[in-house]
C-alpha cells in the first residue's frame, strides 16, 4: 500500500536504526542529546512562561542525559532547577517544583519499573505540577503503549523525529498529555505501523461519469431483529452518506416496517424469520439471490444472537465470493476459517475478548498484541475500535487512527463504521484501506459533527460528505 495518506510510528528498535543511521555515530550521540535536550527547555519555557522552579528526574542512560542539557539549558533561562537522580540515594526529593521534568526512562524502556524508579514516578504524580516527559512518558512501552506498573501522567510530551507507537495505542496514549515533534536532525521513515492521516481519504473512489448507481457502489447490509432496526437504518444511511450507489438492505419480515418507514433510498427486503423475529438460515436463498447486483457485504447491525443467526453468518460467509464487512452481533461465535473471501471484522474490546476466548481486560491492556493475534487466527483484516482505533491485515500491516473524539462513544455509532467501511469496500478498495479510510471518515465526521456534547450517532451522517470532502 502507497505510503501516501500516512505518517510513521517508530518502534523502539525503528528509533535505534534512526540513531544508528546519524553520520558519526556513536561518537554524534552528544550532539543528538545536546538538541534534544535544549528543544526540551524550550518547549517547557514556551508552555510554562510562569514557571521558575523546576526538577529535573533523570535515569541512567541517554533519556537522562537529555534531562541533565536540559536542566543546563534552563538554569541558563534564569530557573532555578533541581536534578534529582535515579541512582541518588534515597529521600532525594522532588522539592516544591512549578514544573517536573521526566528524563527517567527513553523509548527503549519495557516491563514494569523498578522500586527505585517506581517510587521516583509515583513521587512526579504526587508533585502536584505539570510535567513535561523527554520522548516519552515513564513507565510506558514506547514500542506497544502498553503499561506494566505505575506510569507518569504527562502534561506536556516533547518527543524526537517522529510519533511513537506508545503515544498513540492505549493506554499509553492516555499518559502523553499534549505531544511536541521535536526536529534534531534524524532521518528516516520506514516503519512496520503507519499513522493514517485525512489526505487519505483522497483514497476513496469518487463517482465518475461513466459510472452508475451499481458501479459507484452496490453494497448487500443484512441485520436487524426487533428493537435493533435502527442499528440496521444507521448502517445503511451511513453506507449512502459514504457516497455508495445503491444499498440494498436484507431483514427479518417483521423488522420491515419500521425499516421502509426510517429508510427512503435504500432497497429493502423482507427475510425468513423465528417465532422471536431473528433471520434465520432459510433467509440464505434469497440473500444469495440479492448478492448477484452487489460488490460489498455488510453483516451484522442490529442482527440479534440466537443459534439461527450464529448458522445464517457461519454458511453465508462460507460461500460468499463478495468482500465482507462483520461487526456487532455478526461476530457473535464466529470461527476461524469460515469464509473465503476477503473479509474485515471490527469488534470493540469486547467483543475481541469473545472472539480470542480471553478476558477484555487483557485486551485493554494489550490492545496491539489482542488485534494482531486477532487477524491473524482469523486470516481477516481486524479492525479494534477505540480513540486509537487500529487496523491490522493477516500479512502483519498495521495501521492506527486517532481522528475520532470521546463524542463517539454512543450507541451506534459503530454500526455507521460498519456502513462507511462497507461503502468503501463496495467501491473497491482492498479490505485493509477501505478499514483504515473508514476510521478515518469515521473520525472526521465527529470532528465535524455540529456538537460534540450530546452528539447520537445519526449526527455523524449530516457530516460525513463533509468529512469526504
Known amino acids: 500500500m502507497s505510503r501516501a495518506g500516512y505518517e510513521p510510528l517508530f518502534s523502539a528498535a525503528e528509533m535505534r ?102 517510587r521516583l514516578i509515583e513521587e512526579m504524580k504526587d508533585a502536584r505540577a505539570p510535567v513535561v516527559a523527554i520522548d516519552i512518558a515513564s513507565g510506558v512501552d514506547s514500542s506497544s503503549g502498553e503499561v506494566a506498573g505505575p506510569a507518569v501522567e504527562a502534561t506536556l510530551t516533547v518527543t524526537f523525529h517522529a510519533r511513537k507507537i506508545g503515544h498513540v495505542i492505549a493506554p499509553g496514549r492516555f499518559h502523553r498529555g499534549e505531544l511536541e515533534l521535536a526536529d534534531i536532525g534524524l532521518s528516516g ?24 448507481k451499481f458501479s459507484a457502489g452496490s453494497l448487500l447490509l443484512v441485520g436487524g431483529s426487533p428493537g435493533l432496526s435502527g442499528a440496521v437504518c444507521l448502517a445503511a444511511e451511513a453506507a449512502m452518506r459514504a457516497d455508495a450507489g445503491y444499498v440494498t438492505v436484507a431483514v427479518p419480515a417483521s423488522t420491515l416496517a419500521p425499516v421502509e418507514l426510517r429508510l427512503l433510498e435504500a432497497v429493502k ?121 487500529i487496523v491490522v491485515s493477516p500479512s502483519g500491516a498495521v495501521f492506527v487512527s486517532e481522528e475520532g473524539r470521546p463524542s463517539l462513544a454512543t450507541a451506534g455509532s459503530g454500526d455507521v463504521l460498519t456502513g462507511v467501511i462497507g461503502a468503501f469496500l463496495a467501491k473497491g478498495l482492498e479490505p485493509e484501506l477501505a478499514a483504515i479510510a473508514g476510521a478515518v471518515a469515521h473520525g472526521r465526521a465527529a470532528q465535524l459533527a455540529r456538537s460534540q456534547v450530546g452528539l447520537v450517532a445519526r449526527d455523524l451522517l449530516e457530516s460525513l460528505p463533509l468529512a469526504l470532502s
Open 17 to 118: 536504526v534512526s540513531e544508528e543511521a546519524y553520520p558519526g555515530y556513536p561518537e554524534s550521540m552528544r550532539e543528538l542529546m545536546e538538541r534534544a535536550g535544549r528543544a526540551v527547555a524550550e518547549a517547557a519555557l514556551r508552555r510554562f512562561p510562569e514557571a521558575r522552579v523546576y526538577t529535573v528526574v533523570c535515569g541512567d542512560g541517554s533519556n537522562g542525559g537529555d534531562g541533565l542539557v536540559a536542566a543546563e539549558a534552563l538554569r541558563a533561562a534564569g530557573r532555578d532547577v533541581r536534578v534529582v537522580a535515579a541512582s541518588g540515594e534515597k529521600g532525594n526529593g522532588l522539592g516544591a517544583p512549578d514544573v517536573v521534568i521526566d528524563a527517567l526512562f527513553g523509548t527503549g524502556f519495557s516491563g514494569a519499573p523498578r522500586p527505585v524508579a517506581a
Open 269 to 389: 427486503r423482507a427475510c425468513p424469520e423465528d417465532a422471536e423475529g431473528r433471520l434465520t438460515p432459510e433467509a440464505l436463498p434469497l440473500l444469495v439471490e440479492l448478492e448477484s447486483r452487489a460488490r460489498a457485504l455488510a453483516l451484522g447491525p442490529g442482527l440479534g444472537r440466537s443459534e439461527g443467526t450464529r448458522a445464517l453468518v457461519r454458511e453465508l460467509l462460507e460461500r460468499t465470493a463478495l468482500p465482507t464487512v462483520v461487526d456487532a452481533d455478526g461476530l457473535y461465535g464466529l470461527e476461524p476459517g469460515t469464509w473465503q473471501a476477503p473479509a474485515v471484522l471490527t469488534p470493540h474490546a469486547g467483543e475481541l475478548a469473545r472472539l480470542l476466548g480471553m478476558d477484555a481486560s487483557f485486551v485493554h491492556e494489550h490492545r496491539l498484541a489482542a488485534v494482531r493475534e486477532c487477524a491473524e487466527r482469523f486470516g481477516a483484516v481486524t479492525l479494534l475500535k477505540g480513540a486509537d482505533t
Open 189 to 212: 521513515d520506514e516503519t512496520v505501523m503507519r499513522l493514517a492521516t485525512p489526505k487519505l481519504l483522497e483514497l476513496v473512489p469518487r463517482k465518475r461519469e461513466s459510472d452508475s
